[in-house]
């Protein structure tokens, strides 16, 4: 029944907007504060056909052995066109820049647990090393980073809805900080990403992780049904592999990748990373809230 609503919502969706088109009004600059969290939708964009703003607000993420929960909101924005044959969906990036927040998450243990000091050969790098512990600057975040285009992002509403197939592919990247580890220290980059296929349904992954369940979430019209509202709703990959570190400790990165690496249990194959997102997330027709903006002065 939550499936079946959840595509009929979507359909709806689409019906308001074009409704809608009618009911435009002169050209102005704001929009009310129902529709203010779209603010950075290109919904002047003709090929936008729908408005997404979306938190994840609780899960974790399994990096080789490493366990980072997520405890800060992270935002999806932009927009999505209209699905191909297959119901795929190009995202479009928020007009701000920012299409996927960046949020530091603390990583447990700290630096401590991912660098042991005395196994780094370098004599200037293992003083360095050790003068960090000494000055207690141990804290170490995790940060998520879009690692591709936003247009390599892909929706699908009807895997969403259905709960089965990837709802979201999400290229990303995972930034490790610390003074010691310098400004480039990264999981994955721009031409290796690490890529998420986050299903709502279950997961298939190969040994040693096993299945595991995702869910639409519940579903709550806004709006007078002009804006859709999912709250819960999860997302699971755990069949993604992850490649070892880079540039971390900046020009000496070559000594010190492989003492991290060793200590995360990185390069980590598809069957030992997991990501759990779970999310509050909004939609609305692209031209209803163009229209919005262009009623409300």
Not at 45 to 62: D, F, H, M, R
Not at 65 to 88: H, M
Not at 206 to 215: F, H, V
Request: proline content about 8%.
């Amino acid at each position: 029944m939550q499936k079946h609503r959840m595509k009929v919502a979507c359909a709806a969706l689409g019906a308001l907007a074009l409704a809608a088109l009618a009911l435009a009004g002169p050209a102005a600059a704001t929009l009310p504060p129902a529709y203010a969290k779209f603010a950075n939708c290109p919904y002047k964009n003709p090929e936008a056909s729908k408005c997404i703003y979306s938190t994840t607000v609780g899960g974790e993420v399994v990096l080789g052995s490493k366990k980072v929960p997520i405890v800060k909101p992270v935002v999806l924005q932009g927009a999505y066109t209209e699905g191909d044959a297959a119901g795929n969906s190009k995202f479009l990036a928020a007009t701000n820049g920012v299409t996927l927040s960046k949020a530091a998450q603390p990583v447990p243990g700290g630096l401590a647990g991912l660098v042991n000091c005395k196994a780094i050969s370098d004599f200037f790098l293992r003083i360095s090393c050790e003068v960090t512990f000494e000055n207690g600057v141990t804290g170490l975040n995790s940060t998520l980073e879009l690692a591709r285009p936003a247009s390599e992002i892909v929706v699908n509403e009807n895997n969403l809805a259905g709960e089965t197939g990837t709802a979201l592919r999400l290229p990303v990247k995972v930034h490790l900080e610390n003074p010691f580890l310098g400004s480039s220290c990264y999981v994955g980059s721009s031409s290796s990403p690490i890529i998420w296929n986050l299903t709502s349904g279950t997961t298939a992954p190969p040994p040693p992780n096993k299945p595991i369940k995702g869910t639409a979430g519940h579903l709550t019209f806004l709006e007078e049904g002009g804006i859709l509202e999912t709250e819960g709703t999860t997302l699971v990959d755990n069949a993604w592999s992850a490649p070892g570190v880079n540039g971390c400790g900046g020009l000496l990165s070559l000594v010190l990748d492989p003492v991290v690496d060793v200590s995360a249990g990185l390069p980590a194959a598809a069957g030992k990373n997991t990501a759990i997102l779970i999310n509050d997330t909004f939609i609305s027709p692209a031209l209803l809230v163009l229209i919005e903006d262009e009623e409300h002065p």
